[in-house]
């Protein structure tokens, strides 16, 4: 049997480099597999949980379009759609909420994280996220749910989510309770600038992270940036335990050298880091630049993404239909 395969993005701008390590590198993979169906889908209602700019949303919509294509997802093999416009994400979200319990939402620490002091002014959308993340994966009889380790919690609330779906209704495996993919090592990387947090879209310094459309000599000028400290490279991982942004960056490179920590270790061990960092980027640019020429190239063409996203929609669109029209049924509607 094949593997059915669902994962989101949010269209919010700035797809860096921890998008593309923790999730979409591997999306292209598991796209790549002919055992695999896979949806990957362009979140724009999640994105509006937090303010979003009218004017830009549709582009940006675009640009990760572009994205998934220029790293290697086909979208003869996978479907690609937006959100927003299959209805029955919304209305499994809605009925969905009604299972969910509140004791479950209060424990996630995403919503904790991104509404910080300002809890009381926070969207409801933005605590509820996690239910309408959950109806997406449902509505597909989704197996497998490739992330990065930031997920990982909504994904437990998922799978809860569906299991009490199933006893409530007494309609048992009818939403499939999926399995995450995530990697076991690098599944979360870190910002250039601290190693304590996470690269991410909303960070200020552009300097934080390596976006998907920096070109060789903004990539090259980021890791030259990029906080260490005086020490030579590590002989041991375990000197590795103090020294996160060093750690980051060594994991940065294992990732995309294909090597574990240890291996990358023993290259440079006892090197200066200049040496380590010169290599780093040659990586870098190697992997990234490609991607962002490619990017650029496609957001020249509009009516071509559009046209992906059309069909997206509409194959997305008749597999959600029916699942919808069931649950509906099952809740007596
Ligand atoms: P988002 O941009 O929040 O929609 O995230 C899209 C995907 O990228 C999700 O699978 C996230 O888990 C993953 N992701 C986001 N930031 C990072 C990061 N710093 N390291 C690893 N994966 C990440
Ligand atoms: N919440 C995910 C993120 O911010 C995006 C997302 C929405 C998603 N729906 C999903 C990921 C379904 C996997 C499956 O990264």
């Not at 860096?16 to 292209?28: Q, T």
Request: hydrophobic share 35%.
């Amino acid at each position: 049997m094949s593997n059915k395969i669902f994962s989101g993005v949010q269209p919010t701008g700035n797809l860096h480099l921890g998008n593309y390590l923790g999730a979409i590198k591997n999306f292209v993979e598991l796209n790549n597999d002919t055992n695999n169906n896979c949806i990957f889908c362009v979140v724009d209602l999640h994105a509006i949980t937090i303010k979003q700019d009218p004017n830009k949303l549709k582009n940006n919509v675009r640009e990760t379009v572009a994205t998934f294509v220029a790293s290697g997802i086909d979208p003869k093999k996978s479907i690609i759609f937006n959100q927003s416009s299959v209805a029955a994400h919304s209305e499994a979200a809605w009925i969905l909420s009604c299972v969910a319990r509140m004791g479950w939402l209060n424990r996630m620490t995403q919503f904790k994280e991104k509404a910080g002091k300002e809890k009381e002014k926070a969207s409801i959308g933005l605590y509820s996220y996690p239910v309408l993340m959950a109806a997406d994966i449902l509505l597909y009889d989704t197996t497998h749910v490739p992330v990065g380790d930031d997920q990982k919690q909504h994904l437990e609330l998922c799978r809860d989510i569906a299991q009490k779906f199933n006893n409530d209704f007494k309609v048992d495996n009818f939403l499939q309770v999926p399995e995450p993919l995530i990697q076991k090592e690098f599944s979360r990387i870190m910002s250039l600038k601290d190693g304590s947090k996470k690269m991410s879209k909303s960070e200020l310094s552009d300097l934080s992270r390596i976006n998907l459309t920096d070109d060789q000599d903004q990539i090259k000028n980021k890791i030259k940036k990029a906080k260490t400290d005086p020490m030579p490279m590590p002989k041991d991982i375990k000197d590795l335990d103090e020294r996160l942004e060093v750690k980051n960056l060594l994991g940065i490179y294992s990732c995309l050298n294909n090597t574990n920590l240890q291996d990358s270790i023993e290259i440079f061990k006892g090197k200066n880091l200049s040496e380590f960092k010169e290599k780093l980027s040659d990586l870098l640019v190697a992997e990234i630049d490609p991607i962002s020429k490619e990017i650029k190239k496609l957001l020249e063409d509009k009516s071509y993404l559009d046209k992906i996203l059309l069909d997206g929609v509409e194959k997305a669109n008749s597999i959600a239909l029916k699942k919808i029209d069931r649950i509906k049924e099952i809740v007596g509607f």
